[in-house]
């Protein structure tokens, strides 16, 4: 269990402001002082920034001697807008896999939607390419750098770009995108 935090007796609340990486704003956060927010979760809401795109980005706050920062923990893609997309004589194929970044390792949940109905060896081709195209380019670039690129809809552009010659989609997006604990290898772990 985690200890409360005590407040300081006559203290009044003010706005302390925390900057969160990949947007320009700072966040003012109304507390007692700043280190009762250290380990705090914020929501931000992007769904303006990004015209419609429903996403939600998470961030953790951080306080080192009085300043305020945060990190990011996730990026999701409102179930609104995925309800909006789907239609009727569809398919949809999506999951769920552990990649490895340069700096951490990455949980991802991404969502196809096809034009028409299609075969399960189709569906499962797309799955399979998705993830094998995903994987190779988070090995190559940090974390945050794949959550700016989720959030400009770049991975997406080009996923679909990929996976036109199996069959053209309706919809490609990640519908989720988590900062987890790096992955070990089999190998290092047979090591050990």
């Known amino acids: 269990m985690q200890q409360r935090k005590k407040i300081p007796k006559g203290a009044k609340k003010k706005f302390f402001e ?11 956060l109304y507390t007692y002082s700043p280190e009762l927010l250290d380990g705090k979760i ?32 996730s990026l999701e893609l409102n179930r609104q807008y995925i309800k909006k997309a789907m239609r009727k004589g569809i ?10 970044s340069k700096d951490s390792g990455l949980q991802v949940k991404f969502l196809l939607l096809t034009r028409k109905r299609v075969s399960r060896s189709i569906r499962n081709s797309l799955r399979e390419q998705t993830k094998k195209l995903i994987l190779a380019r988070a090995k190559t670039r940090s974390s ?4 700016t690129e989720t959030i400009t809809g770049k991975i997406q552009k080009e996923l679909s770009q990929k996976l036109k010659k199996i069959y053209p989609l309706a919809l490609c997006e990640i519908k989720f995108l988590k900062i987890i604990p790096a992955i070990k290898d089999s190998k290092e772990k047979e090591k050990q």
């Open 18 to 28: 925390v900057s969160v990486p990949l947007t320009a704003t700072k966040i003012p």
């Open 144 to 147: 945050e750098d794949i959550f």
């Open 42 to 73: 914020i929501k931000l809401d992007l769904t303006k920034n990004l015209r419609g795109k429903n996403l939600e980005l998470k961030a953790k706050v951080t306080e080192k001697n009085g300043s305020l920062s945060s990190n990011l923990v």
């Open 91 to 100: 398919d949809y194929v999506e999951d769920s896999f552990q990649a490895q």
